[in-house]
């Protein structure tokens, strides 16, 4: 029987992940991708090799991925491949810098658990444009603080593959339901004209088919889904076949919630996807309910790693996440909030309401 060892005892027993590094055929020195070129860049001698991307990822039978999609959550250890030191780490991680000599290590697909990685969209954008976007983004918050705008300054920005899944599914739907349309009636009361709203309801039924393609579930609990949603999307159509180069100076995980998790999280958005597309066919204004039976055929996914930066403004002490889209550039985070501004918002509606209403009791009539 297997005894479960200490993180202590791990460091010195002779268990550990194999890892690869990327060295510069030219100098020996280590190499890492580099976004503005496409190319993996010796960060020594500054030589430069290409890198594969012919081979695009293709969909895959979900059966496949509800089969054998697990969640792992066990620590083991890796060492080194450049100073033989020897680290703990999380078994959903699959890049990562070496803490003694920084040199960044990749976890040999061979040695993942789980599914492989079947394809990786890679970084376009560059830590120094990236630190330019966030800059830019945070002084032209309205509401911010002028203080923060004057001393906003990007920090702690790293880069890292986050890991999706994508669904693809042929759907046919049948549905009923109600909605209502709304119009108004207006009669004397006492000599004045009241008018009054109204509903008119009416039956709805009938069927839909559609097609989806790379609906995108987020597959790890590091970042919010709502947050890669707001930078999406990521162009996961086109995205090269795995291959470690690409992550060479950047950090990444795995998938912590399985393929049957992330499936239902697919339907679900499909289902409200499909009940938009059918309430777009109707002119209402209420919708009292509607009952939707799908079918998902011909279901497909893919496994990929898309890239975010992830960094934080402070101010007064606080920090202030923000999150960027490493492909396009696409931003979102929080800010601080000048409550002073806020007030003066609030103060201007209140003044411009107070005017119409005003307005309306003097000529209404």
Same mark, same amino acid.
């Given at each position: 029987?297997?005894?479960?060892?200490?993180?202590?005892?791990?460091?010195?027993?002779?268990?550990?992940?194999?890892? $690869?590094?990327?060295? +510069? *055929?030219? +100098?020996?020195?280590?190499?890492?991708?580099?976004?503005?070129?496409?190319?993996?860049?010796?960060?020594?001698?500054?030589?430069?090799?290409?890198?594969?991307?012919?081979?695009?990822?293709?969909?895959?039978?979900?059966?496949?991925?509800? %089969?054998?999609?697990?969640?792992?959550? !066990?620590?083991?250890?890796?060492?080194?491949? $450049?100073?033989?030191?020897?680290?703990?780490?999380?078994?959903?991680?699959? @890049?990562?810098? +070496?803490?003694?000599?920084?040199?960044?290590?990749?976890? &040999?697909? !061979?040695?993942?658990?789980?599914?492989?990685?079947?394809?990786?969209? *890679?970084?376009?954008?560059?830590?120094?444009?990236?630190?330019?976007?966030?800059?830019?983004?945070?002084?032209?918050?309205?509401?911010?603080?002028?203080?923060?705008?004057? $001393?906003? %300054?990007? !920090?702690?920005?790293?880069?890292?593959?986050?890991?999706?899944?994508?669904?693809?599914?042929?759907?046919?739907?049948?549905? %009923? #339901?109600?909605?209502?349309?709304?119009?108004?009636?207006?009669?004397?009361?006492?000599?004045?004209?009241?008018?009054?709203?109204?509903?008119?309801?009416?039956?709805?039924?009938?069927?839909? =088919?559609?097609?989806?393609?790379?609906?995108?579930?987020?597959?790890?609990?590091?970042?919010?889904?709502?947050?890669?949603?707001?930078?999406? *999307?990521?162009?996961?159509?086109?995205?090269?076949?795995?291959?470690?180069?690409?992550?060479?100076?950047?950090?990444?995980?795995?998938?912590?919630?399985? #393929?049957?998790? +992330?499936?239902?999280?697919?339907?679900?958005?499909?289902?409200?996807?499909?009940? =938009?597309?059918?309430?777009?066919?109707?002119?209402?204004?209420?919708?009292?309910?509607?009952?939707?039976?799908?079918?998902?055929?011909? %279901?497909?996914?893919?496994?990929?790693?898309?890239?975010?930066?992830? #960094?934080?403004? &402070?101010?007064?002490?606080?920090?202030? =996440?923000?999150?960027?889209?490493?492909?396009?550039?696409?931003?979102?985070? &929080?800010?601080?909030?000048?409550?002073?501004?806020?007030?003066?918002?609030?103060?201007? @509606?209140?003044?411009?309401?107070?005017?119409?209403?005003?307005?309306?009791?003097?000529?209404?009539?």
């Amino acid at each position: 029987m297997t005894q479960n060892k200490t993180a202590e005892e791990k460091l010195y027993s002779d268990e550990k992940l194999d890892t $690869s590094a990327y060295y +510069c *055929p030219n +100098c020996g020195g280590q190499a890492v991708f580099d976004p503005k070129t496409q190319k993996m860049h010796c960060q020594y001698c500054g030589g430069m090799f290409d890198v594969d991307n012919s081979t695009k990822v293709t969909e895959q039978d979900l059966a496949d991925l509800l %089969n054998h999609a697990r969640v792992w959550k !066990e620590a083991e250890v890796y060492q080194c491949k $450049s100073c033989g030191a020897k680290e703990i780490i999380n078994k959903q991680e699959v @890049a990562l810098t +070496c803490p003694f000599c920084g040199t960044s290590n990749i976890i &040999k697909t !061979e040695d993942l658990p789980g599914l492989k990685p079947q394809g990786v969209v *890679p970084f376009k954008v560059d830590k120094e444009k990236a630190s330019l976007i966030a800059k830019t983004w945070a002084r032209k918050k309205l509401y911010a603080p002028k203080n923060f705008k004057k $001393s906003a %300054n990007p !920090e702690n920005i790293h880069g890292v593959y986050n890991p999706v899944f994508t669904f693809d599914s042929e759907t046919q739907s049948n549905y %009923n #339901g109600r909605l209502g349309k709304t119009y108004t009636t207006t009669h004397m009361v006492n000599g004045r004209p009241v008018t009054q709203s109204h509903i008119r309801y009416f039956n709805i039924n009938g069927n839909i =088919n559609a097609n989806f393609d790379d609906v995108l579930v987020q597959a790890s609990s590091n970042i919010a889904s709502n947050v890669l949603n707001s930078i999406s *999307p990521f162009p996961t159509n086109n995205a090269p076949t795995y291959k470690s180069e690409f992550l060479r100076g950047y950090s990444a995980s795995t998938y912590n919630k399985d #393929g049957a998790v +992330c499936w239902k999280e697919g339907q679900g958005i499909i289902k409200n996807r499909i009940e =938009n597309q059918i309430l777009a066919r109707y002119d209402y204004d209420v919708k009292d309910y509607v009952n939707i039976n799908t079918a998902f055929l011909k %279901n497909k996914y893919k496994y990929i790693l898309v890239p975010v930066y992830i #960094g934080h403004h &402070k101010y007064k002490g606080k920090l202030f =996440n923000f999150y960027i889209n490493g492909d396009t550039g696409k931003i979102t985070g &929080k800010t601080p909030v000048s409550g002073l501004k806020v007030f003066f918002t609030v103060l201007l @509606a209140l003044i411009v309401i107070g005017g119409i209403t005003a307005l309306y009791l003097l000529f209404g009539d």
